[in-house]
């Protein structure tokens, strides 16, 4: 009856309810390990987990992990069964050789991607409120690399190129890209075909999916233009205003890290896709777009090719809803003589309509891209036009501050 009489009797109990909550724990951790196995996820601590410990994300098990919600940095180099898919050797190598052309003299300098360092302007951090999902380092710009601008172009250039450079140069890298390098105007020889393709189709246009297939892989497995955030693509008759569509995209404010596009279908012009988007195109093209779908066949107009096979790896459509910001449509010659007058609104008749067109300045100047302007005169009037009262009343202020 004395105290440790009672404790030796209390002992075996007290052992017993251990083992039997020892042996539950491991029941249900094994019953976890199996739930987990069959299902086919894992709990991994997200990227998140420094500031804030035991948050969880599950990720599919033998598939691609994306850590709270980006894409790893590392991109699959193409090697192995993929680089047979290419068209010829210079490829292959992914761009790291001159091709033909410059091995026989015609571009013998390497042409790396044109990176702007510039002052950023104001209208990228214009009209953000404290809401915005924009990275507030974004803004401060510099030598940040968030747009990259490209085209494709003949050989030799189309009449526009002086003007597309000019206006590139606002973008904060650029490049162009054709079968033979000219590094004097940032050309890029990497295609090593005639340029020259055959016009056909559903909608009578170029075939050109084979020489663009090139452009975009070779971006894809380059670092330094790769590490850009956005891409847009121009046609040679667009006409782009880079730091209206920088400014956009920020308002937007879509991850980049998404396989993010604007539009449906994404616009032939000005196609803009993000890094998400080129990442995923790099690693899977081959395997679901071109070999599981048979893209190439299917879609022999680069800008379908692009749109189908980035849908097909999971983009979505980020345009904004809240703006017009493309103009896309024909204006007769005597349109741009109004606009030579610094006439706004510009009016004019088209064929077949019972209402005159009128375009007006202050509507236009903000939007990102107009096509199309198929010669430097047409491309140099519209660019003049929508800056002219801008640029009279800046010159006005700076005057005034002057005096």
């Known amino acids: ?27 249900a951790y094994q019953q976890q390990i199996s739930l987990a196995s069959s ?8 990227a998140e987990a420094g500031e804030a410990r035991g948050t969880m994300e599950n990720i599919p098990m033998g598939g691609e992990a994306f850590i709270g919600g980006k894409e790893p940095k590392k991109r699959k180099e ?18 790291t050789e001159n091709t033909p052309e410059e091995k026989e003299g015609t ?17 990228s951090g214009e009209s953000l409120g404290e809401d915005s999902k924009v990275d507030q380092n974004e803004q401060k710009g510099g030598d940040e690399k968030f747009l990259f601008c490209y085209a494709v ?5 189309e009449p526009t190129i002086d003007l597309v450079l000019d206006y590139m140069s606002e973008c904060d890298g650029h490049m162009l890209f054709s079968n033979v390098s000219q590094p004097e105007k940032g050309i890029k020889g990497i295609i090593n075909a005639d340029m020259r393709v055959p016009v056909g189709g559903e909608w009578s246009s170029a075939l050109n999916t084979p020489h663009f297939w090139k452009v975009w892989r070779y971006m894809a497995s380059d670092p330094e233009i790769s590490s850009f955030k956005w891409f847009v693509k121009v046609d040679m008759d667009t006409l782009l205003q880079p730091r209206h569509l920088a400014r956009l995209i920020r ?45 190439l066949t299917k879609w022999p107009q680069e800008d379908m090719y692009i749109f189908m096979c980035l849908r097909a790896l999971g983009s979505s459509n980020d345009e904004p809803r809240f703006e017009e910001w493309r ?9 741009f003589r109004a606009m030579e007058r610094q006439e706004s609104p510009v009016c004019y008749e088209m064929p077949g309509e019972p209402e005159k067109r009128c375009l007006d300045r202050d509507h236009l100047r903000p939007m990102v891209g107009f096509h199309p302007l198929k010669s430097t005169y ?20 700076k005057n005034q501050n002057e005096a």
């Open 1 to 27: 009856g004395g105290p440790m009489e009672v404790q030796r009797e209390r002992f075996p109990a007290l052992v017993g309810s251990v083992f039997i909550l020892a042996l539950l724990i491991v029941v």
């Open 39 to 46: 299902s086919g996820y894992v709990s991994v601590e997200t």
């Open 78 to 95: 193409v090697t192995g069964e993929e680089n047979k898919e290419l068209t010829d050797d210079e490829f292959e190598k992914r761009g």
């Open 107 to 123: 571009g013998t300098e390497s042409t790396g991607p044109q990176i702007e360092e510039k002052e950023q302007t104001k209208t």
């Open 153 to 157: 172009v003949m050989n030799p250039p």
């Open 251 to 295: 308002l937007v404010g879509v991850d980049y890290h998404r396989n993010s596009v604007w539009g449906d279908p994404i616009p032939g012009p000005m196609e803009l896709f993000s890094q998400g988007s080129l990442s995923k195109f790099g690693q899977k093209h081959i395997e679901i777009c071109d070999k599981q779908m048979d893209m």
């Open 327 to 335: 103009f896309n449509g024909e204006i007769p010659d005597e349109g």
């Open 378 to 397: 047409k491309m140099e009037t519209m660019r003049n036009w929508l800056a002219y009262e801008q640029e009279k009343q800046e010159g006005k202020t």
